[in-house]
């Protein structure tokens, strides 16, 4: 008995190269890039995204790599506008180019868009210390009393079970 699997053939066929269709992109997407790309620049220590979003992320912690990062997507190019803090005592100028850079890069490997512009406002310039310190959120503070809490309660306990072997131990009765 024959098989019919057995000599199979399967046909495919390429679409032409004429084939319509449009790809375009959302401000956040270019906005991710960005803000991926511009994650280890020497000396730029944050994008700031403004007294809000500053405001929010004292709050909570937040991790959206898009805060304060602004772009214009054309169907070709794109513009980016940044508000940046730089580290104090590095060159700005160097930062501005390195950012540039980065940005161009990032942008033109990932989507094939050219950039034509990048408008960057240094808003403020701090040490790395004073902008560690500055990270710190409410949350953050929370989580550390919620911790230190736990461990005096923990350290609590523990001395009272260990009072109370000690009580459980004599020999003596509790009343004479």
Do not use: C, W
Not at 145 to 174: C, F, H, M, W, Y
């Amino acid at each position: 008995m024959t098989n019919s699997f057995d000599q199979l053939t399967v046909e495919t066929t390429q679409a032409p190269a004429t084939t319509g269709g449009t790809l375009t992109y959302e401000n956040k997407v270019i906005e991710k890039i960005v803000g991926y790309g511009l994650l280890n620049v020497d000396g730029l220590l944050a994008v700031d995204g403004g007294f809000l979003n500053n405001l929010k992320n004292k709050v909570v912690n937040n991790t959206n790599v898009r805060d304060g990062i602004n772009v214009e997507v054309g169907k070709k190019q794109v513009a980016v506008d940044l508000n940046v803090i730089v580290e104090y005592q590095k060159h700005i100028a160097t930062i501005f180019e390195n950012i540039k850079s980065v940005v161009i890069e990032e942008v033109g490997r990932m989507t094939d868009l050219e950039v034509v512009e990048v408008n960057v406002n240094v808003v403020d310039i701090k040490t790395r210390e004073q902008h560690q310190s500055d990270d710190v959120t409410v949350q953050d503070h929370l989580v550390r009393a919620g911790q230190a809490t736990s461990e005096l309660t923990s350290t609590q306990i523990n001395n009272a079970k260990a009072s109370l072997a000690e009580v459980s131990e004599s020999n003596e009765p509790r009343v004479v």
